[in-house]
């Protein structure tokens, strides 16, 4: 589980690197190629602060893993014999 401290540092670095990707406009028209390489890498930054928001999957305890495997391997609706309709 994530710490709220950890949320709020995630936010906070998304935040200041698209204030910077947007100055990089700023930029353009001095030295175009220089610019273009800078927003790529903000907004690369910007995908790699969203995605790694997840829990690594070796923090799941053993009984979560063991419940997930159960669900994904026989649903609850054919174990009890019902069609599945709602």
Same mark, same amino acid.
């Given at each position: 589980?994530? +710490?709220?401290?950890?949320? #709020?540092?995630?936010?906070?670095?998304?935040?200041?690197?698209? *204030?910077?990707? #947007?100055?990089?406009?700023?930029? $353009?028209?001095?030295?175009?190629?220089? =610019?273009?390489?800078?927003?790529?890498?903000?907004?690369? *930054?910007? $995908? !790699? #602060?969203?995605?790694?928001?997840?829990?690594?999957? $070796?923090?799941?305890?053993? !009984?979560?893993? @063991?419940?997930? @495997?159960?669900?994904? +391997?026989?649903?609850?609706?054919?174990?009890?014999?019902? +069609?599945? =309709?709602?």
């Amino acid at each position: 589980m994530e +710490s709220c401290l950890g949320r #709020l540092a995630r936010w906070l670095g998304i935040i200041f690197v698209s *204030i910077q990707a #947007l100055t990089n406009f700023l930029f $353009y028209p001095g030295s175009a190629v220089l =610019a273009i390489i800078l927003i790529l890498i903000d907004l690369w *930054i910007i $995908y !790699a #602060l969203f995605v790694h928001r997840r829990e690594p999957v $070796y923090l799941i305890d053993a !009984a979560e893993r @063991a419940a997930f @495997a159960k669900f994904i +391997s026989e649903p609850e609706w054919i174990s009890s014999g019902t +069609s599945g =309709a709602v």
